[in-house]
């Protein structure tokens, strides 16, 4: 908690804890050990190219895959080896061409950057140290950055992150595809409500006790939020075309105005990679070209173009609140859940995450994830995008370092919740917060929407 009694890392309650099966320093080295290889096994694939597409800049959006790949070997050296280990620099002369703030991503292939081959070395050195640091490093000290391992939790967190960041410029590859996965299971589910109706009343937001967790997801707050609707499930591609059909993309009256000059000059039509064939819409899937599948959520979109949906269809999208809430909130013991499921960390039968398939489950899908509402798939499948500003919580305190969070807190950026097929369980969460500007498309982003709802 972020207040004058704790500092972030503080000892989870029952259940909360990284290492879920053993208790004590071991359990925790073990499960911090689990989790960087799966984020290196991950990151190796993603790296998994020739020379020219990790040096290329396939969209001015993203960087080069081989800045990322050296980017998270220095973030980890300098966090781990360095502040924690008190180690000397591998090679001091790199910082400055890994400062994600000192050179925007448009202007990263000029840089001087380490060549693949030497940056998969870097970051393989780097980790081998790190988990030589590992075993001898005290993770109950007094030092605020290691309880219950924070410092090692906040690397897994950014390379996942990163990797998600990787697929998603994978995405924008020109070309064959690289990468293959199954498709999600299919789901046996009967006929769903369109919405579900969350009643008013105060609920806890945020976190006190989850370990790893960000200092934007903290202190705990009680908010009181008044009755809503909420849809069962994301919004679809099949209800996004009726949008469409419907002229949504030609009408002023459906959008903000900055949305609406955004459309224009943007020459919005449809989510970003699809495509009109004849009577057919098509999009582009990892190299691949497809038929739209009618039942899975809508992906790709930017918040003007969810905002302008929601206003459509006579709705809203919700506050980051009423998502919070409709997720976390268990109204029979009237406290917050980890996650919509229950406090359980997540397995295949209840979200979709972590990059085991490429494209998001068909909505209604993971009953057994559904929040204590009945809302489905509130984690996993797309990022949804909330109506909310990115704003600090009361008692905010920057931690570790102010450029985490702090920098971005305004109204230029909009809140994305849940996470999608993409990120990886350890940094999805029913706290997690992720932001991004309002035009934002190449992310894995989707929606759903709400409504006022009966006072009680």
Known sequence: MLNADTEPGTTPTA?????????GSEALRERIATELLAARERTAGLTALDDHDLI???SPLMSPLVWDLAHIGNQEELWLLRDIGGRDPIHPEIDPLYDAFEHPRAERPKLPLLPPDQARAYAHEVRGRVLDLLTTTPLDGERPLLRDGFAFGMIVQHEQQHDETMLITHQLRKGPGALTAPPPPATATGPLPAEVLIPGGPFTMGTDTEPWSLDNERPTHRVDVPAFHLDTTPVSNGAYQE????????DPRWWTAAGWAHRQQAGLSAPLYWSRDGG?????????????????????????EADAYARWAGRR???EAEWEKAARHDPAAD?????????QEPTDELAN??????????VGSYPAGESAYGVRQLMGDVWEWTSSDFLPYPGFRAWPYQEYSEVFFGPEYKVLRGGCFAAAPVASR??????????????????????DGEVR
């Open 280 to 304: 057919q819409w098509l999009r582009l899937r990892f190299g691949a070209v497809e038929p739209v599948p009618a039942a899975e959520p809508v992906l790709h979109v930017s918040w003007y």
């Open 317 to 319: 999208l919700p506050t």
């Open 56 to 58: 290329a800049q396939h």
């Open 243 to 250: 949008f469409i059909a419907d002229g949504g993309y030609d």
């Open 15 to 23: 259940g909360h804890h990284p290492g879920t099966d053993r208790s």
């Open 353 to 362: 995450l972590g990059q085991r398939h490429l494209q998001p489950a068909p």
């Open 335 to 343: 406290r917050s859940r980890r996650y919509p499921w229950g406090d």
């Open 430 to 451: 029913g706290t997690f917060r992720n932001w991004d500007y309002p035009i934002r498309r190449q992310i894995f982003s989707g929606f759903r929407t709400a409504r």
